[in-house]
């Protein structure tokens, strides 16, 4: 029994290929917004952090009207690292519209969703956008995209796809190329002809999984899912089961569904829309709510496992408490759990040497970063390690992620980019050089190789180089993978850098600060161009003498200091060393503070 008044659709891409643009057109076409109402681009990316980068990072939902029908929309995060998102959005839905640039066409993140949503067996309308760019190859793109679809191992009624051409930044599309369209009608009416409504049916007993929590300083915790059976209803009891255990006689404070960009309140919700509940404390990802006295379950969320760790640790250098509002391990591990209930790819342990650590587990390092920064603009305080990657045993043999990066440089750049990721372990799979100046590569390489790799691989190729990662499965150990060559610039003491000290540094590498920073000892102040660390002196000051005065030389131009975003700071770290975090600054520094015990600790390493 299928339901034609509702559609529910997720829009799946790679990064910036116009997903949260195509939304906001299908918002104002739809009629949502009123007249004159002034709306911002990307109205969709609501997170600072998404409008800043440019992302998506967490999939949100929406709902147009298109006629008698009711449109679901979810908007998805196009970051592999953000792939446990996809995987509960794909939960919500009975088809997606996948969007592709008409000059990039598919790429690896495009893949990624593509395989997603193809195991779930959805119908996919592949939309190509940006049909304006100067340099779009429409039918190659296409070509490209049958291609991915018959790599992936499609059905022919999968492969068998609408196509339609849109310019989403101006709200059109086109069932065909030049047919005269000026709006967004030819999308909507295959969304409706081609999407099947969801599979309900309203007489049943009820079934509402849980697949997004959201928070609300009114009414508290929001339970946002799919309602696939049955109908729920203000003032009646139900059960939720739980993971563990199956709680009884449970009353909701309010009943949502989804309008535009806003929820509206009802007192009664019917099966295959997208729906949200409050007033039911504890709720999980995965959990399901139904009847009181006939629980059936639906099976909880399965997505894939984490494949990089890294350990939070409480702030304890010289500086701590300063910058901050939450300090204390209560604070962090708090936060950390919070965070586990809204995202289920990532995973919370303490560690089992350290009251004050805690091990998080999650899909890369950009989710991890994303973490980080939204924690510190909370007000949090704490330090990070190095990531890791985690190991399986299978058939007992340690292996190790392994992930398919692409390449594209300029062609003055295959040999240093060549070389650098082979000294990683990375393997070639395929070269090609249209003689366009530019040219595309494809290795297989350890995942734990590409950690620090992002930034050299900027600097290598002076800014030019494009490049783009996917988890590719789990590989035998591939042994020892040299990642810094170089050391570290270490303060010796605490103070303020000094101009006079830092001119002396020129020539023993680059700094990390400026002039006039505070400094404690053992903070990483900058990278040596050799190899180990070097303490130095960076308080120094020119001294009176009977020749001149202490200040003669304070003209002196120094070189820059290269300041480290978050991301890099994460990537340039050794295994010794954390990125301290608090809502003002970042620092880098060692683990162990004193010089002397780092000294004896290297030589117990040695022995």
Request: charged share 25%; glycine share 8%; net charge negative.
């Amino acid at each position: 029994m299928r339901k034609e008044n509702i559609r529910n659709i997720a829009i799946i891409a790679h990064v910036d290929h116009g997903k949260t643009t195509l939304v906001d057109g299908m918002l104002s076409q739809s009629g949502t917004f009123r007249t004159h109402q002034v709306v911002e681009e990307r109205v969709m990316d609501s997170m600072d952090l998404e409008r800043e980068r440019g992302i998506t990072i967490m999939a949100k939902n929406t709902a147009v009207w298109y006629g008698n029908t009711k449109i679901n929309i979810i908007d998805t995060p196009g970051h592999a690292d953000f792939g446990g998102e996809v995987e509960r959005s794909l939960n919500l839905v009975d088809g997606a519209i996948l969007l592709v640039d008409s000059s990039e066409g598919p790429l690896p993140q495009t893949r990624f969703v593509v395989k997603k949503a193809l195991a779930k067996n959805l119908p996919i309308i592949v939309v190509i956008n940006k049909i304006d760019r100067g340099d779009a190859r429409i039918q190659e793109v296409l070509n490209e995209i049958y291609d991915l679809f018959i790599d992936l191992g499609a059905t022919d009624e999968q492969i068998n796809f609408k196509v339609l051409y849109t310019i989403g930044k101006s709200g059109i599309a086109h069932l065909e190329l030049n047919d005269g369209s000026t709006n967004l009608k030819p999308l909507f009416d295959t969304i409706i002809n081609s999407i099947p409504g969801p599979k309900a049916d309203d007489s049943k007993l009820p079934q509402f999984l849980v697949t997004n929590l959201d928070y609300d300083s009114y009414v508290g915790q929001i339970a946002i899912g799919r309602l696939e059976n049955g109908s729920l209803e203000m003032n009646k009891q139900y059960s939720v089961c739980g993971a563990e255990e199956t709680r009884t006689n449970q009353k909701f404070s309010a009943l949502y569904t989804f309008e535009g960009l806003k929820k509206k309140m009802v007192d009664k919700v019917y099966s295959g829309d997208i729906i949200a509940i409050a007033g039911i404390d504890g709720l999980n990802i995965g959990d399901t709510i139904t009847d009181n006295d006939n629980q059936q379950p639906l099976p909880r969320i399965e997505i894939d496992a984490p494949t990089v760790s890294m350990v939070f640790y409480i702030n304890n250098g010289p500086f701590a408490g300063t910058e901050g509002k939450f300090l204390t391990t209560r604070h962090l591990k708090a936060r950390l759990e919070k965070e586990m209930l809204r995202n289920v790819s990532l995973e919370v342990s303490p560690m089992p040497d350290r009251a004050d650590a805690f091990e998080v587990k999650g899909r890369g390092e950009l989710q991890m970063a994303i973490l980080i920064e939204t924690m510190r603009r909370e007000g949090y305080e704490f330090m990070v390690s190095r990531p890791n990657v985690i190991t399986k045993l299978i058939d007992e043999k340690t292996c190790e992620p392994v992930e398919r990066v692409y390449i594209d440089v300029p062609d003055e750049f295959v040999g240093i980019v060549t070389e650098k990721l082979s000294s990683r372990k990375g393997i070639m799979q395929d070269l090609i050089n249209n003689g366009s100046g530019r040219v595309n590569m494809e290795f297989l390489i350890p995942s734990r190789g590409l950690i620090g790799f992002r930034n050299q691989f900027l600097t290598d190729t002076k800014g030019s180089g494009v490049m783009n990662s996917l988890f590719d499965g789990y590989r035998p150990w591939f042994g020892n993978i040299p990642q810094r060559t170089t050391g570290a610039l270490v303060a010796d003491r605490a103070g303020k850098s000094t101009s006079y000290a830092s001119f002396a540094m020129e020539d023993r590498g680059e700094l990390f600060i400026e002039v006039g920073t505070k400094v404690y000892n053992g903070m990483v102040i900058g990278e040596r161009n050799k190899s180990g660390d070097l303490n130095v002196n960076i308080t120094k000051e020119k001294k009176l003498t009977n020749m001149r005065a202490s200040g003669s030389d304070a003209t002196v131009t120094l070189r820059p200091p290269r300041r480290l975003s978050l991301d890099q700071a994460i990537e340039f770290i050794a295994e010794d060393e954390v990125v301290e975090i608090t809502p003002e600054s970042i620092r880098l520094r060692k683990m162990e503070l004193d010089p002397h015990k780092r000294k004896i600790a290297a030589k117990d390493d040695f022995d």
